[in-house]
């Protein structure tokens, strides 16, 4: 074991560690930099050993969990099936639990679920009590890479969009077309009321009648570039398998979505995305091959980390999920991503408020699931099925609010007085957009399936169209404190739209926003 491991193993055998690192020793050079860094921020840090198998694992882990200040696991290494003790390179691995499985295996799942939540659970009642991920390298070099591009996500100074930015794809259900209309019409509105107005939500819809999907050639080209471009949170909604995401099928062609080929084509310069799977498979992490899920957090450019489902996982209770999910960062603003994903959890354990969300998330149960007489049975599932492969104390950025006072209604061709305080110095980006469940024109319809040349290239300009929602943009210079702009507002805008105000400073950024509505000029 080497000199820093070693020193934090002696230093957290007496102590009361708020954090607990499940470590093979062929790993503790390339986790040297973590621990040091973690230990700057204050953190108690107590190093155990992965080897004996989950059991003594496990009571390890609730051995530092008695002190009281345990919060954090972090597990180091592969998964590899608790009776895999006799694989190569088994020593370099942290066992996954199985726990059965009750409900997917309606949907042909297995019978048993590959879950990281069992080492979290202290009470033995299916509920986590800590937060937890999993570094899934295989090398040290691997490791070497998570941990690099971890400190660096914490350490970045990078202002820009991405910070303000979630990406989503996402393909269609397959289970009919009254069932997909009811998922398609519930997604909008979580994700409408979810996300707020001053945050960017760029579309890819693997439908080929939608506005959102763009030229059916392009479209793994298109889910590249959105990992790419970087984004606070880049979301998957849909079917999806170990080593590939669903396929966009237009007439009797396929083309594919994203396939573990493209992981070595993820280059994000700016804003490495956290990454959400709300499909099948891709966080396998016990499959005979790397899953999607471990193959992306290896990769230098790719997701500093990624949350995903280890088995078939349904639309339900992934509902409810990614509700919590939204609710947790933009309303609750945990400081973690190993808190938010917690928090996640403890909202699927529990039953939900009955609001608008849950009643669409409940008629969305009633159209797709097999077993709507026990949706608690099929949350708590998904508290099992879903591991986050990276690590839990990455601690997540929020920006500085904007404060806006001006009126909620404007005239078509005229001007907008755009006032309000801002936090910081910067420069200011001010933009009237419509409201999400609008466009800025009207697409066209498409009743035929796309077969020429032609038609599929006309699908891409309507796809970027539909992904810009701005009527009118400026950029301004601002100082910390009150700030009055004007903004004309065009001719051609009308009903319901949002200002939002950006400002990114020198090493901090503010957002806001506001409801306009916009009249048509009373007649002379």
Known sequence: MNGLLLICCL?????NPDTVVVCPAEFSKAMEPWLAYRAEQ????????????????RDRIRQH?????????????????????????????????????????LW????????DNWYADLDD????????????????????????????????????????????????????????????YAAKQILTRGIPPEFLMPMIYGSWRSPFCPDPRQFARSTLDSLNEGALFWVYVGHGHYLQLDRLRVGDRSYPIFVAADVARLDCRHGLPIAVFLACYTG???AGNDCLAELMTRQPGGPVAVYAGSRVTMPYAMGVMGTALMDGYFEHQRKTLGELVLHAKLALAAEPDDD????????????????????????????????????????????????????????????????????????????????????????????????????????????????????VSIERPVERGRFSIPLDIPREAYGACFLRVTIEGTDDFALGAAQVRIELPKSR
């Open 356 to 471: 608008q969300r849950r009643r669409l998330l409940e008629a969305l149960a009633a159209a797709v699931s097999p077993a709507r007489d026990r949706l608690a049975a099929e949350r708590m599932e998904h508290v099992e099925l879903f591991n986050l492969f990276g690590d839990p104390l990455l601690r997540l950025r929020y920006p500085r609010p904007v404060k806006l006072e001006m009126a909620d209604t404007a005239t078509a061709g005229g001007v907008l007085q755009v006032v309000g305080d801002s936090p910081l110095d910067g420069r200011a980006t001010i933009e009237l957009v419509v409201h999400r469940q609008r466009l800025t024109f009207r697409p066209p319809k498409r009743s035929e399936v796309p077969q020429t040349e032609e038609a599929m290239a006309a699908m891409q300009e309507v796809y970027r169209k539909a992904n810009d929602r701005r009527l």
């Open 42 to 57: 204050g953190h108690e840090v107590a190093v155990v050993s992965n080897l004996g198998g989950e059991d003594a694992v």
């Open 125 to 184: 009642d299916r509920v986590p009590d800590l937060a937890i991920g999993r570094l899934a390298a295989d090398t040290p070099e691997q490791l070497t890479v998570m941990v690099a591009k971890t400190l660096a996500y914490e350490r970045s100074g990078d202002v820009g969009p991405w910070r303000h930015r979630v990406n989503m794809v996402a393909g269609v259900g397959g289970f009919g077309p009254m069932a997909d209309a009811v998922i398609e």
């Open 284 to 286: 396998a992490m016990d």
């Open 108 to 115: 042909g799942s297995e019978p048993h679920i590959a879950t």
């Open 65 to 105: 969990a008695k002190g009281g200040r345990l919060k954090f696991v972090v597990l180091v290494g592969d998964a590899v099936p608790a009776s895999a003790d006799d694989l190569p390179g088994w020593n370099r691995c942290v066992p996954v639990h199985r726990a059965k499985a009750e409900i997917n295996v």
């Open 11 to 15: 230093a957290a055998a007496g102590a």
